[in-house]
């Protein structure tokens, strides 16, 4: 069972675009949802991580929106580059546990 | 700079065959975790360890095991490898307080012939 549903598979956008990937959870005991980003050839590292006390987190170019009340969350890529493209997944965690529960992936390309 | 080693970039071996992926990290991180990637299925976790000699099945444990006789070392065996064992295999590790920042390895690409 997929703690943690994400959407979509793939994404294809022209440079520049926003990319928008979502996220949706059940359990209201998760406290903190980090989103990982995977490059070809490459494990995943983290790129941005919000807690449910905000609403919205930013750092450059990419940024977290969270709605506490529907358990959703999305990552938004401003003026994407095609460095941009990878595979990015979201994720979800309970404060005194010690699991990750990860979403599907996506894959995005950027088109330049 | 934060560094998670796995000991092969590729393997390839036969059904039956015992298996042992290693894990090294340099960062004294308590926690280690290893995981399986599949498309369309993204990172599932096997097992993890939150101390030397401590273990935990993840949501996925069957058909492998897993040692931890070193703070920096995490091993990952496949008693008898069978072809739905072929994936990518991540190894992981972190700090506490949790949560924090997990730190993966570059993966382990394992085809069971």
């Known amino acids: 069972q997929q703690q943690v549903k994400q959407s979509p598979q793939s994404l294809i956008v022209q440079k520049g675009g926003i990319p928008i990937i979502n996220c949706a959870y059940e359990n209201t005991a998760f406290d903190y949802f980090p989103w990982y980003q995977q490059f070809p050839g490459k494990g995943p590292a983290l790129l941005i991580a919000?807690?449910?006390?905000?609403s919205e987190k930013k750092e450059g170019r990419f940024t977290i929106s969270f709605n506490k009340s529907a358990k959703q969350f999305s990552l938004h890529i401003m003026d994407s580059q095609p460095g941009d493209s990878a595979t990015y997944f979201c994720a979800a965690s309970i404060g005194t546990g010690n699991q990750f529960y990860f979403g599907t992936g996506t894959s995005l390309t950027v088109i330049p | 700079d934060v560094k998670v080693t796995q000991s092969s970039r590729y393997l390839v071996k036969r059904t039956g065959e015992k298996v042992f992926l290693e894990c090294v990290q340099d960062?004294?991180?308590?926690?280690m975790f290893w995981y399986r990637q599949d498309p369309g299925l993204g990172l599932r976790l096997i097992y993890f360890s939150y101390d030397v000699k401590m273990k935990e099945k993840g949501d996925i444990p069957e058909g492998y095991s897993v040692s931890r006789e070193k703070k920096e070392r995490f091993s990952l065996i496949l008693e008898s490898a069978s072809t739905n064992q072929t994936s990518m295999y991540l190894c992981?590790?972190?700090?506490?307080?949790?949560?924090?920042?997990?730190?993966f390895g570059p993966g382990t690409r394992l085809t069971v012939l």
């Open positions: 919000i807690r449910p006390d905000v």
């Open positions: 960062m004294d991180h308590e926690n």
């Open positions: 992981a590790s972190s700090s506490r307080p949790l949560p924090d920042t997990q730190y």
